[in-house]
């Protein structure tokens, strides 16, 4: 497959936790499935007085042009970069949208954190490993022009590198995220940057990013996804032969540096 990435924008998922694919899928495509999720809701594009929340929520579609947007040729050929030829399940969904409505009201949901991957021994809270179990990728794919007045998600670029270090002792059992959301702090420091683009545009980030929402300040609805990208096999952390994807290549990297700064 051709490859869509050049090698400094793999380099820069490593180091940053995140890389920007434009024109993933077409405006065109993106419109259908705008007109989609507005059927699905009890909002009217036509009629601001029905826009009373400031976020609304549709969960997983699989409907066949979402599933079009998220297996793009330059969105497979990314895949393949980035998580490694093969070792990643061709979506067949959407995972949440999370719409947001211009009404300059706290959504509730603005905190700082990483998203969880599976279901732990007790009820809650998702849980996180420091193999990325069951998530090879966190993506964000813009349903609409998103502007930095249009609740953008937040990244802090380069936290994906700290967050190794967190769940290490917990071994392949994991942790519950809530254990980790006060101790994102350490990554406060780290320049933020926003989802931010046209329609089609899609953000592929590494599973441990930390993230959040913010208020809108615009005039129109962002309609965004955030789906995983899921491996066909569990990630390694010590691969004999050293082929290490750059998803792993990441993880080892945050391990790395812990045990430089601690020598």
């Not at 954190?113 to 193999?131: A, F, L, M, Q, R």
């Not at 959301?181 to 406060?188: F, N, Q, S, V």
């Not at 955030?226 to 080892?252: F, K, N, T």
Request: a negative charge; one cysteine or more; hydrophobic letters at 40%.
């Amino acid at each position: 497959m051709a490859k869509s990435l050049t090698d400094a924008q793999v380099e820069q998922f490593v180091e940053e936790g995140v890389v920007r694919v434009d024109g993933a899928f077409s405006a065109e495509l993106a419109e259908t499935c705008r007109t989609l999720l507005w059927n699905s809701i009890d909002a009217d594009p036509d009629d601001r007085t029905t826009w009373t929340e400031p976020v609304v929520r549709v969960w997983d579609r699989e409907d066949e042009p979402f599933r079009q947007a998220a297996n793009t040729p330059r969105l497979l050929g990314a895949f393949d970069q980035i998580c490694g030829e093969g070792r990643w399940v061709p979506p067949a969904s959407m995972g949440t949208f999370p719409i947001r409505f211009p009404l300059g009201a706290d959504p509730g949901d603005t905190m700082w954190h990483v998203d969880g991957s599976y279901k732990g021994p007790t009820p809650g809270w998702y849980w996180i490993n420091v193999s990325s179990r069951e998530r090879a990728l966190l993506m964000l794919f813009l349903f609409s022009d998103t502007g930095d007045k249009d609740a953008p998600t937040r990244m802090r670029l380069g936290s994906h590198l700290y967050i190794p270090p967190l769940l290490e002792h917990a071994g392949e059992e994991g942790i519950s995220l809530d254990y980790l959301l006060d101790k994102l702090d350490g990554t406060d420091h780290l320049p933020e940057a926003q989802v931010v683009g046209e329609a089609g545009t899609v953000y592929l980030c590494h599973p441990f990013l930390v993230h959040a929402a913010q208020p809108h300040h615009g005039t129109e609805p962002r309609f965004m996804a955030q789906p995983a990208l899921l491996p066909s096999s569990p990630l390694r952390l010590h691969r004999a032969d050293g082929a290490y994807s750059p998803v792993e290549r990441a993880i080892r990297l945050g391990l790395d540096r812990t045990r430089v700064s601690e020598a």
